[in-house]
């Protein structure tokens, strides 16, 4: 090696090094993580094997090291700070020229569980459609350019992206983690089912595809050289390295860029006079009065709070993942589009822990238990905002994918039932179990607080479940006696009043509590 990539592998150990040693449990945190990515790998390197001599080996290996590749190519825009050596704007003050750097990056980034992970999942793709001593020889060659492929992929969509993802709304593109997580989820459950119920063999126009795109082009070559057709093995392998010329060539235009450009955010703003802000469109469209102002400021938390925007993103995803995905494979029931309802319902709770240390101008607001019940009542109108369309919208989409359009009423019934316990219970928790959100990292909960939020939480999920319990009778007695079914549509109007009620008798329990409790919860609030 080079004394420069020499010199940053190094680095890239001692940083491995450093983190390793702040607190014992980082380390065995390290340890349990690199132990189970390595039995997971170990697990797939054996089912690949086992597919040797199979039809659709080659589908399996070249999807395998397609979805690799995009695991590579997605993950950094996701997760930027997992990596220290994944910025390079770390090392602009160095005097390094581009080329070299690249070249030392390159190296470095082979270092650590991922690349490990990879090169052994590689290995079990290449073995796994491996015939005859020439298929083995190109096997070396493709495992070690689909590694550089993956590795140089992540590396230049850092790159180009590395200013974005260093800022403050860069890594807001972390609150989509949680949608990529549930809907890949249930598009993996969709796929197995779909697979275990017709075969392999629906892979094989995916796998003719893929194999003329790296790197999957490399397993394919494996493959190719395994059959005699050394033409055709040549001819993937050298797409897979004019792929790893155009990604190396890419990473290190944008390194070139960052290295000679300024930082945009360190320049000064043009200079501009002194202009009001209009008023806001949505203010225009909410009630006057302290109850506008706080539906306001709660929907803005929503799209401007990275934590809030994350808790929203993810039960907005699995609220309509869940039923939908289940509907759409026929197992599902139009119950399951309760979800929706109960998934939103959820942020509810713990309303004033999203203000952190700022709820104190909040508190000086509040004199009365009036007070506190104006400031609940809005914050639930609010939520009701987006959440009363979207429940009636998920709904009503279960229904049409089951065509059980009988049970729509009964369903939206047990839908509103469910929010209004929700949004009872949580207003209730919100003032007896409050805890502090971290605005730094992707902890939700402050040290030490962890027991109040399992508490407020589940706790009143468990109630809420109580709470609906008359509206679940009710529906349960007009489906199993004769002729009940006439009357289901009577579950509507009673879920949707019964909502509303346990909603406001909800809000009215709080409001006094919240009010007399004022100092303890700014103090619950404020430790994050």
Known sequence: MTGVTSTVVRLKLSLLRGGLRQSGGRRAAFVASAVAALLFAALQLLGLLALRGHAHADAVALLGTAVLALGWAVLPLFFPSGDETLDPTRLVLLPLRPRPLVRALLVASLVGIGPLFTLILLVGCALSVAEGAGAYVV????????????????????????????????RDLAVLSGLVIAVGA??????????????????????DVLRWLPPASAVGAVRAAGQGSYGVAVAQLLLAAGMLALLVAAWARSLTRLMVSPDGSTLPAPHTRDRQRPSSGLGRLLPAGRTGTVMERGLRYVWRDPKTKAAWVTSLAIGLIVPVFNAAQGTGSIYFAC?????????MYNQFGQDTSAFWMIATTISSARDAYVELHARALALLVITLPYATLVTVLTTALLGDWARLPEALGLSFALLGAMLATGAWTSARFPYSIPREGYKNVAPGQAGLAWISIFGGM???????????????ALNVSAGGDAWTWLLLPVGAMYGVGITWAGLRLAAPRTAARLPEILTAVSKG
């Not at 468990?462 to 009710?474: E, F, G």
């Open 139 to 170: 096997a070396v060659v493709a495992v070690g350019l689909a590694l550089l492929v993956c590795v140089a992929l992540a590396r230049a969509v850092a790159a180009a992206n590395v200013r974005l993802l260093t800022s403050r709304r860069g």
């Open 186 to 207: 249930q598009l993996v459950n969709f796929g197995a089912r779909r697979l275990g119920s017709a075969g392999l063999g629906q892979l094989a126009p995916v796998a």
């Open 339 to 347: 979800f929706a309802a109960g998934m939103l319902g959820i942020q």
């Open 462 to 476: 468990v109630a809420a479940a109580l709470l609906c319990a008359p509206v679940i009778a009710l529906t349960i």
